[in-house]
């Protein structure tokens, strides 16, 4: 995905203020990294600084209320981490010791 340089980049708090009923930054964050319901708000690092292209707001938001409308099928089931799949692998093994 190439990046328009001449879009305007919104820190999260100028970002924030663009959504109805101005989320928290933390949220802006939450959504950029893990997103919700499938859908994931664009962002751009710059420096160690995570900025948020204008467009990528309604991008958002129109994703956000497609799947909520059930305009397009939910997105895949988040993968898990290697932390994650080692666990479950140590719990299943300690399950077939037990047998």
């Not at 930054?25 to 990294?33: A, C, D, F, I, K």
């Not at 997103?35 to 948020?52: H, I, P, S």
């Not at 956000?64 to 799949?85: F, G």
């Amino acid at each position: 995905m190439s990046i328009d340089l001449s879009e305007k980049l919104l820190t999260l708090a100028e970002a924030a203020r663009r959504f109805p009923r101005r989320p928290s930054t933390v949220s802006l964050w939450r959504w950029g990294t893990r997103g919700v319901r499938g859908c994931k708000l664009r962002m751009v690092a710059v420096g160690g600084k995570r900025y948020v292209p204008e467009s990528a707001i309604s991008e958002f938001l129109e994703a956000c209320s497609a799947v909520a409308n059930h305009d397009t099928p939910p997105a895949a089931p988040p993968t898990r981490t290697n932390r994650q799949r080692a666990a479950a692998i140590a719990a299943a093994e300690r399950i077939l010791d037990q047998k």
